[in-house]
C-alpha cells in the first residue's frame, strides 16, 4: 500500500501534472466566443483563439496563451455596429455622402460622412466615426432662421474671424487660444436661429511629473507648463529607445514629447564567421561576455561584452 502511494504521489508531481502549469478556463466575452477546442485542462503554452459575432469587430488579440497559471495577454472585446435608420437621417436633415437616405448598419472603427439637406449648413466635422455602437450625428442649420448678435467672448481667447453687427442663421466664428492654453471643444461657433452653439474653452497647458519606467529625472515638481523642460535618464542596463544617453521632453499641449521609453540593453546571439561561441542562449544583457573560439587558421580566443552600442569589441576572427 505504501509502494503505491509512494507511485501516485511521483506521477503527480510530473511537470505535466503539476497544478503550477494549469490555468483556469479561459474567460467568455460578449457577443464572441472561443473557437478553439475545449480542454479539461489548460497546461502552460496552450492557446485558445477568440471570434466575435457577425458585424462585431474584435479589438485585441485573436489568441491569448497560458503563461503562468495566468492568460496573457488580456482577452480581447467584440465591439458593436452602428444603426443609423432612415427616420433618423430624416428627423436631423441628414443625408449620407452622395444622397442616400436609407437605413446604415457601420462597423465600429469606421466612418461615414454626412451632408445636409439643401437650405441647412452642417456643422462639422462631416465625417463621424462608429465607436462600439455609438456614433453622434452631425447638427445642420437652417439658413432661414433667426439672426444672431455678437458672438461671445471666450477667456484666454480670441475670435479671428471679421466682425460683423448681425451674423445669419448657418454662419460662424472661429476661435484661437493665446500663447500657452490649449483649446478644449470645437474651434467654431455657429449661429443656430438667433442663438450660439457651443463655444469653446481655453485652459492652461500644464503636465504632471511623466512615469519613466526604469528611468529617472531629477526635477522633483509636481506640476509643469507649456514649455518646461527635462531631462530624462534611464538605469543602468537600459537605453532610451531609437536615442542613446540622455533626452530632454518637452511640456506640450499634447503632453510630454517626444515620448521617451527606457528598454534594456540586449544583443543578439551573433553569427561568427569561422569561429564558435561557447554559449548558446539567444540574448544577451548588459556586461554580459560571450567567449569566441575561432578555428582554423584563426586559432585565438576572443571576448566580448554586450553593450547599448553592440558587442565591443565586434566579434569576428
Known amino acids: 500500500m505504501k509502494n503505491w502511494l509512494l507511485l501516485v504521489a511521483a506521477f503527480l508531481l510530473l511537470p505535466g501534472y503539476s497544478s503550477q502549469n494549469v490555468c483556469e478556463e479561459p474567460d467568455d466575452i460578449d457577443f464572441g466566443e472561443i473557437v478553439t477546442t475545449g480542454k479539461a485542462k489548460y497546461l502552460e503554452n496552450d492557446q485558445v483563439q477568440y471570434s466575435c459575432y457577425p458585424g462585431y469587430v474584435l479589438e485585441g488579440p485573436e489568441w491569448i496563451q497560458c503563461r503562468g497559471q495566468e492568460w496573457t495577454p488580456h482577452p480581447p472585446k467584440c465591439l458593436a455596429p452602428c444603426h443609423i435608420t432612415r427616420q433618423q437621417l430624416a428627423t436631423k436633415n441628414l443625408f449620407v455622402f452622395g444622397g442616400q437616405r436609407r437605413k446604415k448598419i457601420i462597423p465600429s472603427n469606421q466612418n461615414l460622412q454626412f451632408q445636409c439637406n439643401e437650405g441647412y449648413v452642417l456643422v462639422a466635422p462631416s465625417v463621424r466615426k462608429c465607436a462600439d455602437g455609438h456614433m453622434e450625428l452631425p447638427l445642420c442649420i437652417s439658413e432661414q432662421g433667426e439672426k444672431c448678435n455678437?458672438?461671445?467672448?471666450?477667456?484666454?481667447?480670441?475670435?479671428?474671424?471679421?466682425?460683423?453687427?448681425?451674423?445669419?442663421?448657418?454662419?460662424?466664428?472661429?476661435?484661437?487660444?493665446?500663447?500657452?492654453?490649449?483649446?478644449?471643444?470645437?474651434?467654431?461657433?455657429?449661429?443656430?436661429?438667433?442663438?450660439?452653439?457651443?463655444?469653446?474653452?481655453?485652459?492652461?497647458?500644464?503636465?504632471?511629473?511623466?512615469?519613466?519606467?526604469?528611468?529617472?529625472?531629477?526635477?522633483?515638481?509636481?506640476?509643469?507648463?507649456?514649455?518646461?523642460?527635462?531631462?530624462?535618464?534611464?538605469?543602468?542596463?537600459?537605453?532610451?529607445?531609437?536615442?542613446?544617453?540622455?533626452?530632454?521632453?518637452?511640456?506640450?499641449?499634447?503632453?510630454?514629447s517626444p515620448l521617451s521609453k527606457c528598454i534594456q540593453i540586449e544583443c543578439s546571439r551573433p553569427h561568427v564567421k569561422f569561429g564558435r561561441i561557447q554559449s548558446s542562449q539567444p540574448l544577451y544583457r548588459n556586461n554580459e561576455e560571450i567567449e569566441i573560439n575561432c578555428v582554423w587558421p584563426f586559432f585565438r580566443k576572443k571576448v566580448s561584452k554586450c553593450t547599448a552600442n553592440g558587442w565591443d569589441p565586434p566579434v569576428s576572427c
Open 150 to 256: 455678437s458672438p461671445p467672448r471666450i477667456e484666454n481667447g480670441d475670435i479671428i474671424t471679421l466682425s460683423e453687427k448681425q451674423y445669419r442663421s448657418g454662419s460662424s466664428v472661429e476661435f484661437r487660444c493665446q500663447n500657452y492654453y490649449a483649446m478644449e471643444g470645437q474651434n467654431i461657433s455657429f449661429c443656430d436661429n438667433g442663438n450660439w452653439t457651443k463655444v469653446p474653452i481655453c485652459l492652461e497647458i500644464t503636465c504632471n511629473p511623466p512615469r519613466i519606467s526604469n528611468g529617472y529625472f531629477q526635477s522633483r515638481r509636481t506640476i509643469y507648463y507649456d514649455g518646461d523642460l527635462i531631462r530624462i535618464q534611464c538605469d543602468s542596463g537600459f537605453i532610451l529607445e531609437n536615442d542613446n544617453g540622455e533626452k530632454v521632453i518637452e511640456c506640450t499641449k499634447n503632453g510630454w
